[in-house]
């Protein structure tokens, strides 16, 4: 029988990434420049945007009285838990009030009783993170050719985005709504065995950019739509379950928790850019299906073990199991000890 | 098909690529088979060469050409017994359904969260040619084909069970949850696909132009056993050729399993309809299932919670 030959990671692979530069920023750099992961590509002042405060409603007050009850004029600033807007109950009872969740300017009252901050501007500069050569400056983002480090998943969904790596659970572990802050706002969030819905829902609200966990219900996937895009990016390095994470996936992006990488949930993959300068990339010649052979590195397709990865150790014949299947069989090593299992649901790992 | 010429047919399905090798007298000499692989020449050519091919023609089953070979299958069939036979494929094409995990759920023995379920599947359908890990996984698939496949109308009076899942152990349960999706004639004949090999022997067959055989006996496909499907009166009499007819009565609402030996022959004598109706059997391994559950409609849904509900009381008669 011939097996799937999978790569988990894979060292040194030229690849194009894509900065994201904020409107109004600087561009310093030009087509054709080496980079490295210092280099800073843009710089300017910038707004994050703006936020919408449901004054009205929040006050149950009419959308036409919203002004009497603000304590800043338009034009005023206001600072993150300063009291914007306030309503005055009866003998002290049914007081409310509506505070800024962030520093700003009050720039307008909507005609339905929303009030608009826009957040005060501030310096911002965009670092490349990456090493290697800017091949295209475009209005909004710079391509960037580099060698990346990358760790493939078995699926993804999300678009390419890009986030400080962050180690978010220990492979066994689940990512819980508590492991996620408002700290983690363009983070990439690693690890674990499992994230469930109400964690997803706190990481899209927190800002979160990509999450790369080891498994997910697979209903859980399927509800952020698969092949659309909901805001962040999720990658599933096992498969679907409850799955811890491979140590050998876990322990080389726990080395890159800091730098800077770009998740894709297209390709299923978190690439992590080189930091170092290497003269020569590694060569590995591409094998797609090839006969299994002792002590290659195996992993088994089996989401009721809490290991996949192992080492085949022999190869058997044609047997029926005890609980009725017939195929050929294996024996391959885990950390735990030896187990036996259908030949056909191991892949042969390459790295 | 000319004399002395060995023939290596390849079937390529949506997750098993299957190799055979054919003597010139039509017998299976070597078989061999892996997972589809992306580039489908891959597995083609391993398979090929796993199975020493040099020289010999090749037939390389397509798409469109599959109908056609399981036609010649089932003509043979269908000739030698004189009856319509019909091939019920559980392939893998069927896990393209989204098919509610919900529906899965009554047909496991085991206690199952609805999301072990929509897991498996969801893994299944990333790797399509993984295999069951135990009896759970086993049964969360042969549920799910089975909810994936309309209710067959025709009333044939005999079956081909084809697909990958019936490489394994087939017991009484597995057979009884394929045969609820029969209209059922008064007495089927089943056959059971263990080798993947029927578009395979449709294949050769239709290049040998071979419709009729005087011994039914094509390596791969076994006979499972026979069904009988009552109504009304619940006695059957079997003749196995000795001193006395050996009666059986089923309950309203009952299935009984009688074993019996393989390649046994026997004649059946039951009524069904107000007709009397006598049969001649070739038993298979599994023997002889008698289903007494009358007066349902086919797709009457307490005809399948009925069906569960008794279905750890199976009745084997030793």
């Not at chain 1, 408002?182 to 997803?200: E, P």
């Not at chain 1, 966990?213 to 859980?220: E, K, P, R, S, T």
């Not at chain 2, 698939?141 to 697909?163: D, T």
Request: positive net charge.
């Amino acid at each position: 029988m011939i097996l799937p030959v999978v790569k988990r990671f894979s060292f040194q692979d030229t690849t194009i990434i894509q900065r994201s530069i904020p409107a109004g920023a600087n561009i310093l750099v030009s087509e054709g420049d080496k980079v490295t992961p210092e280099t800073i590509l843009a710089e300017g002042v910038v707004s994050a945007g703006q936020r919408l405060l449901q004054v009205a409603k929040i006050l149950g007050v009419n959308k036409h009285k919203v002004k009497k009850h603000l304590t800043r004029k338009i034009g005023d600033k206001i600072f993150k838990n300063e009291v914007l807007a306030r309503k005055e109950g009866l003998f002290g009872l049914g007081k409310k009030v509506v505070t800024s969740s962030i520093d700003g300017e009050v720039m307008a009252i909507t005609s339905e009783g929303d009030v608009m901050v826009k957040f005060l501007p501030e310096q911002v500069r965009v670092v490349s993170g990456a090493r290697g050569k800017i091949l295209q400056i475009k209005k909004d983002e710079l391509v960037i050719e580099t060698l990346v480090h990358k760790v493939f998943g078995v699926v993804g969904t999300g678009r390419i985005r890009e986030g400080i790596i962050k180690i978010a659970a220990k492979p066994n572990e689940f990512i819980l709504e508590s492991n996620i802050n408002g700290d983690d706002q363009n983070k990439i969030l690693v690890g674990g065995a499992s994230i469930g819905r109400s964690a997803l829902e706190k990481a899209v609200k927190s800002g979160v950019r990509g999450i790369v966990v080891g498994g997910i219900n697979y209903a859980d996937f399927l509800s952020f739509g698969v092949g659309s895009d909901v805001g962040f990016t999720l990658v599933v390095t096992e498969g679907f379950g409850i799955l811890p994470m491979g140590e050998d996936i876990f322990n080389k992006v726990k080395e890159s928790e800091g730098y800077f990488g770009f998740v894709d949930g297209k390709s299923s993959s978190l690439s992590i850019p080189v930091m170092a300068e290497f003269k020569e990339k590694l060569k590995i010649r591409p094998v797609k299906w090839r006969e299994p052979k002792a002590n290659d590195l195996v992993r088994v397709l089996d989401e009721q073990r809490g290991e996949l990865v192992g080492t085949l150790i022999s190869i058997e014949g044609e047997k029926t199991t005890d609980y009725g299947v017939k195929t050929q069989m294996a024996v391959i090593e885990l950390k735990l000890g030896k187990i036996q299992t259908p030949l056909a649901n191991l892949e042969i790992v390459q790295n | 098909m000319p004399a002395s010429e060995k023939t290596f047919v390849v079937d390529q399905g949506l997750a098993w690529t299957k190799g055979f090798l054919f003597s010139s007298e039509l017998e299976v000499l070597k078989k061999s088979l892996c997972p589809t692989t992306p580039d489908p020449k891959d597995g083609v050519d391993w398979v090929l060469a796993s199975l020493g091919q040099a020289k010999e023609r090749v037939i390389l089953l397509n798409d469109r050409e599959k109908e056609n070979y399981a036609n010649s299958l089932l003509k043979l069939f269908s000739n030698f017994y004189g009856k319509k036979f019909i091939r019920l494929d559980f392939g893998a094409s069927l896990y393209k359904k989204n098919i509610p995990a919900e529906k899965i759920l009554p047909y496991l023995r085991q206690a199952t969260q609805i999301s072990d379920i929509e897991n498996y599947l969801g893994n299944k359908r990333i790797k399509n040619w993984r295999i069951p890990h135990n009896q759970k996984e086993f049964e969360i698939e042969l549920s799910y084909l089975l909810n994936s496949l309309p209710f067959e109308e025709k009333k044939p009076l005999g079956v081909i069970l084809s697909g990958g899942i019936f490489r394994n152990k087939i017991g009484p349960y597995e057979i009884l949850m394929t045969l609820n999706l029969l209209k059922p004639s008064p007495l089927t004949e089943i056959f059971v696909d263990k080798e993947n090999i029927s578009l395979a022997w449709g294949a050769c067959l239709k290049e040998a132009a071979l419709e009729d055989k005087s011994e039914l006996k094509l390596g791969g496909i076994e006979k499972l056993g026979t069904l009988i499907s009552l109504n009304g009166e619940g006695k059957v009499a079997f003749d196995f050729g000795l001193k006395e007819l050996q009666e059986t009565e089923v309950g309203k609402d009952e299935i009984i399993v009688i074993p019996c030996q393989s390649d046994q022959k026997v004649k059946a004598t039951f009524n069904k309809d107000g007709v009397e109706i006598k049969e001649s059997i070739i038993t298979g391994g599994l023997g002889i299932i008698i289903d007494r559950r009358d007066n349902l409609s086919f797709a009457d849904k307490s005809r399948t919670s009925k069906w569960l509900a008794y279905l750890g009381g199976l009745s084997i008669i030793e």
